[in-house]
């Protein structure tokens, strides 16, 4: 699950596109900020040493917020008193917009908690069915 979210994020970012602002600052996600950043651009979007350092800080965010609670939705919008919000629209971010790109993406359901989604097929050795 973690690694459709990235890609599925990287894409609505425009990571994929040459040259776009994800590219250049080797932030895949557009963060503001992250452990491994060593600076910011001049719209204060983080700046990444190399591209496996910019991918570690989006799989960061995405477990973290996974392990906050909550949905897909709540992702991107916020959570009162408890996440702000990947793209809260007071930032002149379409939330839900970005929500439904995502869940399109990875076919997850926008109003699930994450941690209660499944995250692929059943692993026989797990004794998970």
């Given at each position: 699950m973690i690694e459709a979210l990235?890609?599925?994020?990287?894409?609505?970012?425009?990571?994929?596109?040459?040259?776009?602002?994800?590219?250049?600052?080797?932030?895949?996600?557009?963060?503001?900020?992250?452990?491994?950043?060593?600076?910011?651009?001049?719209?204060?979007?983080?700046?990444?040493?190399?591209?496996?350092?910019?991918?570690?800080?989006?799989?960061?965010?995405?477990?973290?917020?996974?392990?906050?609670?909550?949905?897909?939705?709540?992702?991107?919008?916020?959570?009162?008193?408890?996440?702000?919000?990947?793209?809260?629209?007071?930032?002149?971010?379409?939330?839900l917009n970005y929500a439904r790109?995502?869940?399109?993406?990875?076919?997850?359901?926008?109003?699930?908690?994450?941690?209660?989604?499944?995250?692929?097929?059943?692993?026989?050795?797990?004794?998970?069915?």
């Open positions: 990235a890609i599925a994020i990287a894409t609505f970012e425009g990571f994929f596109i040459p040259n776009s602002r994800a590219q250049r600052n080797m932030n895949p996600g557009n963060l503001r900020a992250g452990p491994r950043a060593i600076g910011k651009d001049d719209a204060g979007y983080a700046i990444y040493p190399s591209m496996d350092a910019g991918w570690a800080d989006l799989r960061r965010q995405i477990e973290r917020n996974i392990g906050r609670g909550v949905t897909l939705l709540e992702f991107f919008t916020g959570k009162p008193g408890v996440y702000a919000g990947y793209a809260p629209a007071a930032d002149q971010n379409h939330p790109f995502v869940a399109d993406k990875t076919g997850l359901a926008l109003d699930t908690p994450l941690d209660q989604q499944a995250t692929g097929p059943p692993d026989p050795s797990s004794g998970r069915t």
